[in-house]
């Protein structure tokens, strides 16, 4: 099994910024891709941001020049740097690692972004 803990996140104005940390425990395997995932009330979950093991990154465009996504493979911790932060991107944000035949979810942080 595996446990994801995130942290971060919390109320901000448009424009600024806000970092999450999602550190990951119990059965992990070395290769394994981590990311961000956001849902707004009344939409879908979707992607934010990935790294994979090897810490190449991927971002969707709409957070592109904006958010950074790294990863701490000693700690088994990801990382997401929002800046330039708009209403928006308001959403609960979930942490993910998706191993070689598992999918693990965090719990969720709560992002607002006030205009």
């Known amino acids: 099994q595996v446990q994801l803990v995130e942290s971060g996140g919390g109320l901000v104005q448009a424009g600024g910024s806000l970092r999450l940390s999602c550190a990951a425990s119990?059965?992990?395997?070395?290769?394994?891709?981590m990311g961000w995932y956001r849902q707004a009330p009344g939409k879908q979950r979707e992607l934010v941001a990935r790294v994979s093991s090897g810490g190449s990154p991927y971002y969707v465009d709409v957070v592109k020049g904006r958010f950074t996504i790294w990863r701490d493979n000693g700690k088994n911790t990801v990382y997401l740097q929002m800046n330039s932060l708009k209403p928006e991107d308001t959403a609960v944000y979930y942490c993910?690692?998706?191993?070689?035949?598992?999918?693990?979810w965090g719990q969720g942080r709560q992002v607002t972004v006030s205009s």
């Open positions: 119990g059965r992990l395997f070395s290769i394994n891709t």
């Open positions: 993910n690692l998706v191993g070689s035949s598992s999918n693990y």
